[in-house]
């Protein structure tokens, strides 16, 4: 199978290469750099330079595939340009007869619009696609442990022994390893009675701060704290990634868990059932915090 990927040459789609590689896949990797072609090609994928904001290359590049694994990019300096890429590649894929989108929305959807961009604007998308009329499979995946390689996080582990976040201590998340994402993704590609399908996934361990910070240090070796992140901060670390906009609205989506009475869920209990029709082997926290220690 020829395989599209978006996203690739970030950490939460990186892994749908290997994982689709695995099934014997024949993997193009989109990018909108030339210095990523290195890594990509290492990891298995011919690197094809494309930006999705322009429509005519998007058919270009879509020609003769077969399932495209999408991602929008989540730090635009316009986030609503998002739905503008997003239909780019969607209206290419119905011109050329793709058969499936697979698309990792980075995070479950919110229920209705909150007034944050970046959140809003896939809802739009989540729409566009289903009325598409292409075969399509949403997944939606709750907080990955790779965040916690971020800026605002590896310092705080390796100077004070904190684990640095910016949710409350008793909020419970299902946090999940970007592996187990990407070979959901590749499962839903592959899997032919999948069709227009949303799964909202998560970790099998549903952890508040000090129960993560627990599992954290079995992983490491050593006895790390939680440090429930102020926001502010959070987001003054984030901004020379994310840009002004993009680290406002992260912030503000932060503050409001700070002062909330009843927490929004990042767990899904009924991941067994998903397991049966996407089956992929997860990663706990320990397991995950032993593999990159060496990062920490």
């Known amino acids: 199978m020829k395989i599209l990927v978006f996203g690739a040459t970030g950490s939460q789609q990186f892994n749908v290469i290997g994982e689709a590689r695995k099934k014997g896949a024949e993997i193009i990797a989109a990018t909108s750099s030339e210095t990523s072609f290195e890594k990509l090609k290492q990891a298995g994928a011919t690197p094809i330079l494309a930006n999705m904001s322009d429509a005519a290359k998007m058919q270009e590049i879509t020609k003769n595939i077969e399932a495209i694994a999408l991602m929008i990019p989540v730090s635009l300096p316009n986030p609503l340009d998002g739905l503008q890429y997003a239909k780019n590649v969607i209206d290419a894929a119905k011109i050329n007869g793709v058969n499936k989108i697979v698309w990792n929305t980075s995070g479950w959807l919110a229920p209705q619009k909150i007034g944050i961009p970046g959140e809003d604007v896939k809802l739009d998308i989540r729409d566009y696609l289903k009325n598409s009329g292409l075969n399509y499979v949403i997944i939606e995946p709750t907080i990955y442990m790779e965040n916690m390689m971020g800026p605002f996080c590896v310092p705080f582990v390796k ?92 912030t503000s989506y932060y503050e409001s868990l700070q002062n909330a009475t009843e927490y929004p869920p990042k767990f899904n209990p009924n991941m067994s059932e998903i397991l049966e029709k996407l089956p992929v082997k997860m990663t706990s926290l320990e397991h995950w915090a032993k593999e990159n220690k060496d990062f920490f």
């Not at 508040?208 to 490491?220: I, P, R, T, W, Y």
């Open 159 to 250: 100077n004070e022994k904190k684990l640095a976040y910016p949710t409350p201590e008793a909020m419970p998340i299902g946090w999940i390893a970007s592996r187990d994402v990407s070979a959901f993704v590749v499962e839903a590609i592959y899997n032919t009675e999948l069709k227009s399908d949303t799964f909202q996934i998560s970790g099998l361990e549903n952890l508040s701060g000090n129960d993560l910070a627990e599992q954290f240090s079995k992983g490491v070796g050593e006895k790390i704290i939680y440090y429930p992140q102020p926001p502010k901060e959070f987001g003054d670390i984030l901004k020379p990634f994310v840009g002004e906009a993009g680290a406002a609205g992260v």
